[in-house]
């Protein structure tokens, strides 16, 4: 017996020496390096590597937790995603409190007199319509978000109250549903001999919340799984509600912060569309499909039928919700070609399209000849590589920035139409210049790293929507070949130039 018991005692003590040696020990000096030196490019793999796709949706003012450590959470926790911008001066920031406030108060006002004005009609011919209460307070995250755009992006790293407006999107009540404003100018009136149409022809919707923010609602026009044809031109592709979602937060993950925020939701077409919208228009092209389904169709006269029309599943329909940038009247914005336009007809080519040294003669353009808008059309062109989006035919850009502000990163939804097709030529821009960043070059090569690889942080990043999966596994695949691919374009670059990339130092 006391012999057992000796035995015993050893085995127990063997087993506790095993462990504290192989695993509370380099615990311990990891957490203590760490601490100390914080996570570099060449430090060690501080975490288990993510697998899989998260099934914790997301919620506000908490992250994410994970049984293994988060592969998102560690490469926000990079150097690269905590460089400290100069502190900002006033006029760097896009809007002041008092003047934004006072300017949403004056809409406010007007909103509820012309509510009460509605209503009142209404009852004048035995309507019954549910009051709409608006709850404007300063401290709604919408304000937060617009009051925190500034010269470098639409938002900060830190800025909590981003994930407080997705959750708002998300679940805030709707009080108000209408046409968007660029659909409004067409007033049904459509060409239909033109090969692009007017962006009318793309059902979406502007939604307004208690809280008296604004959305813009993309409902689902394809299913996740289903790949644009090949026959079809860039032109007259779907507009993808997953792929706005998706876009933005790529777009978070890169480090750009130029997409406004997004937010997958279902909606109940005929509580929150029908029933609170305003426009004759909007109500009149509702119907109830053969299947008892609730349907809405765009006014345009070429897409003014029951076939194009989205339907709700009888009454849900799920979307994406974009968060709208402030006023043009508070906050001008001017849009600008693209000096790597496509030629929007079936058989035209562009310049750049047959001219190789075609970035030549865009360098010594106004504005493009000195400043940071050049390197910002290569950002863009990587992101929409990325995502596959050949329609970037505009971008625009807050007036006040003048030429050194970013570029708007606007309207993603023709992105991740095909994952079995990578379009080179959307890469023209970053191969016919081969200039970029410092900074975008050295996230795109982390990003390509095991530890922090492109379409493990994208799928643990989309895994906090609750439209989940945003993105088929084979589309979050084709980022990480894609990226490899924009790695080689510059490494070519640096064989034909030389080590050091003109503009490669540039860091905003």
């Known amino acids: 017996m006391r012999r057992d018991r000796f035995?015993?005692?050893?085995?127990?003590?063997?087993?506790?020496?095993?462990?504290?040696?192989?695993?509370?020990?380099?615990?311990?000096?990891?957490?203590?390096?760490?601490?100390?030196?914080?996570?570099?490019?060449?430090?060690v793999n501080f975490s288990i590597e993510y697998q899989g796709q998260t099934s914790q949706k997301w919620t506000s003012g908490s992250n994410t937790t994970f049984e293994q450590e988060s592969k998102l959470e560690r490469l926000f926790s990079h150097p690269l995603y905590n460089i400290r911008l100069p502190e900002l001066a006033p006029d760097e920031r896009l809007l002041e409190e008092e003047e934004l406030m006072g300017y949403y108060r004056r809409k406010v006002t007007r909103w509820e007199r012309q509510q009460k004005l509605y209503v009142e009609a209404a009852a004048a011919s035995n309507i019954s319509i549910p009051e709409q209460p608006v709850t404007f307070e300063p401290n709604a995250s919408w304000l937060k978000f617009h009051l925190g755009i500034n010269r470098y992006a639409l938002y900060s790293r830190?800025?909590?109250?981003?994930?407080?407006?997705?959750?708002?999107?998300?679940?805030?009540?709707?009080?108000?549903?209408?046409?968007?404003?660029?659909?409004?100018?067409?007033?049904?009136?459509?060409?239909?001999?033109?090969?692009?149409?007017?962006?009318?022809?793309?059902?979406?919707?502007?939604?307004?919340?208690?809280?008296?923010?604004?959305?813009?609602?993309?409902?689902?026009?394809?299913?996740?799984?289903?790949?644009?044809?090949?026959?079809?031109?860039?032109?007259?592709?779907?507009?993808?509600?997953?792929?706005?979602?998706?876009?933005?937060?790529?777009?978070?993950?890169?480090?750009?912060?130029?997409?406004?925020?997004?937010?997958g939701r279902l909606i109940n077409v005929t509580g929150e569309i029908l029933y609170t919208t305003h426009s004759d228009d909007l109500r009149s092209v509702f119907f109830t499909s053969p299947a008892n389904n609730t349907c809405f169709f765009a006014k345009c006269l070429y897409v003014c039928k029951t076939e194009y029309a989205v339907c709700g599943h009888p009454h849900l329909l799920e979307g994406s919700m974009s968060a709208y940038l402030p006023g043009l009247s508070i906050a001008p914005r001017i849009s600008i070609p693209n000096p790597w336009i496509r030629s929007y007809t079936f058989t035209g080519r562009e310049e750049w399209e047959v001219n190789p040294a075609y970035c030549n003669t865009i360098k010594g353009l106004y504005p493009y000849s000195s400043g940071n808008r050049l390197l910002n059309i290569i950002d863009m062109t990587i992101f929409d590589f990325l995502t596959g989006n050949m329609d970037r035919h505009h971008y625009e850009i807050f007036t006040k920035?003048?030429?050194?502000?970013?570029?708007?990163h606007l309207d993603n939804a023709r992105g991740f139409g095909r994952h079995s097709h990578d379009e080179m030529s959307i890469l023209a821009p970053l191969t016919q210049c081969c200039i970029i960043k410092r900074s975008t070059l050295l996230r795109l090569r982390l990003l390509a790293r095991p530890e922090y690889r492109l379409s493990d942080v994208m799928r643990e990043s989309l895994g906090q929507d609750p439209l989940m999966p945003i993105l088929t596994e084979p589309h979050l695949q084709a980022l990480d070949r894609r990226l490899g691919r924009v790695l080689k374009a510059m490494d070519r670059c640096i064989k034909k130039l030389g080590s050091v990339l003109p503009g490669t130092f540039q860091h905003t």
């Open 401 to 408: 920035f003048g030429d050194e502000g970013f570029l708007l």
């Open 7 to 43: 035995l015993l005692a050893i085995t127990l003590t063997t087993v506790l020496v095993a462990d504290v040696y192989f695993v509370l020990l380099p615990r311990l000096r990891d957490w203590y390096h760490l601490s100390r030196n914080g996570c570099t490019c060449q430090g």
């Open 158 to 263: 830190d800025d909590h109250s981003i994930d407080r407006l997705l959750q708002d999107m998300q679940s805030a009540p709707i009080i108000s549903a209408d046409y968007t404003q660029d659909e409004k100018a067409l007033k049904g009136a459509c060409d239909c001999s033109q090969v692009v149409k007017p962006s009318g022809h793309h059902l979406k919707l502007a939604l307004k919340l208690q809280d008296f923010g604004k959305a813009m609602f993309k409902p689902m026009r394809q299913e996740r799984h289903e790949e644009t044809p090949e026959d079809f031109f860039y032109f007259v592709d779907f507009q993808r509600h997953n792929a706005e979602i998706a876009s933005f937060h790529l777009d978070r993950v890169l480090d750009f912060r130029r997409v406004p925020p997004v937010v």
